[in-house]
Structures are given as C-alpha cells and as structure tokens.
Nanobody, 119 residues
C-alpha cells in the first residue's frame, strides 16, 4: 500500500484559489490512479478529480474549468489547483490512490485537509 498526507487546505474568500498537495510514501508512477475526493458535512464523499499513471485526467462536473490535477513524479506528489472557489466547495478534501497488486486494486486514503470558502 501507500501512505498519503494532504496539505494546503485553509480558509479563503469566494473567488480565491488554493493548491492542495498530497505526498505519497512511494513512487507515484507505480500507482494506477491518484485522485481527490471531498466530503461536506452530512454528505457522501464525492470524486473531485483523478489522474491515471498514463496522465489521463477526469473531473467532476463541479470541478471542470476551475480545478486542475497534476503530479510531480520527482517529489511523489499530486496537486489539486483550485481556482474561482465557491462556498459550496467547502469540504474536507481527501487524497486517494489505487495500487494494482497484480490481481486486484488496493485503495489508500489520506487523513484529509479542510477547505473552507467564505462568502
């Protein structure tokens, strides 16, 4: 498996930007996918964006045009650049990784980082 630690959350005003980082304990080029999910109070955890080991990205409709996921293989880090933030983006953001074992995927989660957008 892989250990993940998020950072970069905080409090910003509507329209502001944040960049979240997720540091992995192993080479991210060996991971099948890495992604970001978020969970607001009383709501399920939803996908925000993910990126595959081949660089294919996918975004939730709410993130398209505002968020960008990227990786730095030298630092084993995945980023989520978030622009034009809205109060409805307020949530705990979790980093996620899928590791292919050869027979199945193993899922790993970070502890999360709080993002709060003030109106």
């Amino acid at each position: 498996q892989v250990q993940l630690v998020e950072s970069g959350g905080g409090l910003v005003q509507t329209g502001g930007s944040l960049r979240l980082s997720c540091a992995a304990s192993r080479s991210i080029s060996s991971l099948a996918t890495m992604g970001w999910y978020r969970q607001a109070p009383g709501k399920p955890r939803d996908l925000v964006a993910f990126i595959t080991s081949t660089g294919i990205t996918n975004y939730a409709d709410s993130a398209k045009g505002r968020f960008a996921i990227s990786t730095d293989n030298r630092d084993n880090t995945v980023y989520l650049q978030m622009n034009s933030l809205k109060p409805e983006d307020t949530a705990i953001y979790f980093c996620h990784a899928n590791v292919w074992t050869g027979s199945r995927f193993l899922s790993s989660w970070g502890p999360g980082t709080q993002v709060t957008i003030s109106s």
